[in-house]
């Protein structure tokens, strides 16, 4: 099954690659088990030599965590072949990263400087090397930089959008082999937290893996026969299908996460086994991941809970909801091998309701823009009930709002327009002029039609349709007739996407946990993902030439803070502007949140050490197992 490493640590490879022999910072690396015949066999250098020089070493004790020790197989599941992307998210090494407490810092960094979030100055860790022994040096910085992301064949419309100010790209030079800045005229106070995203955008390469598929390195003669081999239409689209860090689906492409995919193609399991250059140790010495092998099965989504239940799953997050909850806990009591831990959810809200302020209907638009009647359909939403009905009160009734983990977090935002009023909700409805009535007391539009509230669903949560039920009822006191409406999720992006959707149904926003260098521009329409506003994100996308502009006051306001907020050049200055964002929100409501901190179930083998009884279960920040360090989840069967 490791066959593969053998050709990887090749002793001519070996050979190529010189230890700088420089003293290691920290205590003395002890081997582990997992590689040590290749050790034996010269194959594969020992792990003094693996690490660089100045490793970052992880105090458990300070951490509160418990020393590990190294070996076992770790088995996890995901319900699509292209979720071993998952093992990018969940490993999640970054050049920078969040801690447990959400501040930024340095990974596969040894460190860097920010001066005034215009200049960034990273520095790599002297003797760091990829998966495959070659070392890490800036000039994989530059062959991005200068061969992929500013090259018209590989990357047509240029480098990626966080790297623009203004309009702007930015100086970046590689001074020396661990050094690499990157400097613009304005401020990027973003560029950081982009780095440490689950989906992180990858600003280096493995230069010396990629050459050889690259024109401007390879022979012509060798590159032909390498498309042809593959049978691709071109060098670039050969690379391009390479190259790609975050899909992790090539299994010959250098790494740099805790864990290197050993299998390629299309399978039922895949196999990922611990890097043997990976750039962390802890304080004892042992070289991290603490696990040896992850083993990823993909089954139908459908299938998770059960077969998490039955125990064929170490480690389980992903595929797992509220509902989940009862039969798991059942198998825990039943004897299973597993916890249940109970993680709250990080995104803004659980259930939201969006108006679509594009719809392409001009009589439902202008009722949709209207602020009272989304206050109205607020106010006529009985959050205690569907907390007490679906989430046996575990949940946090009230408004769209970031969670109380952020330093933005404000009790009176979760609570605007967030009670059960149906007496003052109607009264909203009566002042907008909505006042008639057909003879089951449904209102009627200015243009005499019913009020048909048609809210689409992804159809993929029972939760979602089961608090629709409950919010259909209540809204019938108000006049309002909800029509709820399952859809494929590509279906439904779509319709939303061009306007034929009148309202959706959806998380809150992803980012629940914004910190100060958190980026706001998803509180603005910046993006047609905010199902509010799909048609003036797009105008923001594509600079124009699709969508159109904001003409709502309180969204160009958006827009300027968020402006503003790239251009500030204090973390007082962005906080405050964090602040008005939010507070637009809480009184505009162009997402109209139902709760928050719903539990997320964590199935943990029993077994299984060093995973935090209560977290956050977040996508970004978090990257799901990521930010609570998964490379330091260790198996203690005596424990």
């Known amino acids: 099954m490791f066959d593969f490493t053998r050709r990887m640590f090749s002793a001519t490879a070996i050979a190529a690659l010189a230890f700088a022999g420089s003293a290691l910072a920290g205590p003395e690396p002890k081997e582990g088990d997992f590689w040590k015949s290749e050790v034996d066999a010269g194959d594969l250098p020992p792990v003094a030599e693996r690490i660089p020089e100045e490793p970052l070493t992880v105090d458990l004790h300070a951490k509160d965590r418990a020393f590990g ?65 070659h070392p890490l040096t800036s000039a994989d910085f530059e062959y991005w930089w200068k061969h992929v992301a500013n090259h018209e064949k590989l990357s047509p419309v240029g480098p990626p959008d966080f790297l623009l100010v203004d309009g702007k790209l930015p100086a ?31 600003i280096y390469l493995p230069a010396h893996f990629l050459k050889q598929y690259h024109e401007d390195f390879a022979s012509p003669e060798d590159l032909a026969a390498e498309v042809d081999d593959a049978r691709v239409n071109s060098w670039a689209a050969l690379h391009n299908k390479l190259d790609n860090m975050y899909k992790f689906d090539n ?7 805790p864990w290197i995919n050993s299998s390629s193609g299309k399978k039922i399991r895949h196999l990922f086994v611990r890097n043997p250059y990976y750039h962390r140790i802890d304080s ?19 299938l998770v809970a059960a077969k998490s239940n039955a125990g064929e799953s170490d480690l389980q997050g992903r595929g797992l909801d509220f ?20 993680w709250g959810s990080g995104v803004a809200s659980q259930i939201a309701v969006y108006p679509n302020l594009n719809y392409q209907d001009e009589t439902w638009r202008e009722v949709m823009r209207d602020v009272r009647f989304r206050r109205a359909l607020s106010l006529g939403i009985n959050r205690q009930g569907i ?4 989430y046996f009160k575990l949940a946090k009734p009230g408004a769209m709002a970031v969670l109380p983990q952020s330093p933005f977090f404000k009790q009176e935002y979760r609570d605007a327009w967030a009670d059960y009023d149906i007496e003052q909700a109607n009264a909203l409805l009566d002042e907008m002029g909505l006042t008639e009535r057909n003879k089951d007391g449904i209102r009627k539009l200015p243009d005499g039609r019913i009020m048909e509230f048609i809210v689409e669903t992804a159809g993929e949560r029972q939760e979602v349709e089961n608090a629709l ?10 006049g309002v007739k909800l029509i709820m409406r399952p859809l494929d999720r590509d279906i439904l992006r779509n319709r939303i996407y061009s306007g034929e959707t009148m309202a959706a149904v959806w998380y809150g926003w992803d980012n629940g946990l914004p910190q100060v260098t958190t980026s706001p521009a998803y509180l603005a329409p910046t993006d047609q993902v905010f199902f509010a506003w799909p048609k003036w994100g797009q105008y923001h996308q594509t600079k124009g030439a699709a969508g159109e502009p904001p003409d709502m006051p309180a969204a160009q306001r958006l827009m300027e803070l968020s402006e503003a907020w790239n251009k500030a050049t204090q ?15 809480a009184d505009q409501l162009f997402g109209v949140g139902i709760l928050a901190e719903a539990p997320q179930p964590v199935v943990v083998n029993k077994a299984l050490r060093n995973v935090p009884e209560k977290a956050i279960w977040a996508w970004d920040p978090g990257a799901h197992f990521g930010v609570h360090r998964m490379d330091e989840f260790f198996f203690d069967e005596d424990g």
């Open 323 to 342: 509902r989940n909850i009862s039969i798991l806990r059942k198998g825990e009591a039943d004897g299973g091998n597993y916890r249940t831990f109970l």
């Open 469 to 478: 039920q409950i919010v259909t009822d209540n809204w019938r006191e108000l």
């Open 284 to 302: 004892n010495g042992v070289q991290l991941p603490y696990i040896d092998v992850v083993e990823m099965e993909i089954v139908s989504g459908g």
């Open 172 to 202: 970046v030079t590689f001074p020396d082999a661990q050094t690499i800045v990157y400097e613009w005229e304005q401020a990027n106070p973003n560029f950081l937290a982009t780095l440490a995203q689950a989906s992180p955008p990858f």
């Open 571 to 585: 973390d007082s200055e962005r906080a405050a502007i964090w602040d008005e964002m939010l507070r637009i929100h």
């Open 387 to 390: 907390n007490h009905a679906l």
């Open 69 to 133: 020790k190294a070996g076992g197989t770790l088995k996890t599941m995901v319900s699509r072949s292209k979720d071993i992307r998952q093992m990018v998210v969940y490993g999640y090494a970054r050049l920078v990263g969040y801690d447990a407490n959400y501040n930024l810092v340095p990974d596969i960094l040894r460190d860097f400087e920010n001066e005034g979030n215009r200049k960034y100055t990273l520095h790599l860790r002297k003797g760091h090397k990829w998966s495959d022994g």
């Open 251 to 257: 299994h010959e492409l250098p790494t740099l996460q």
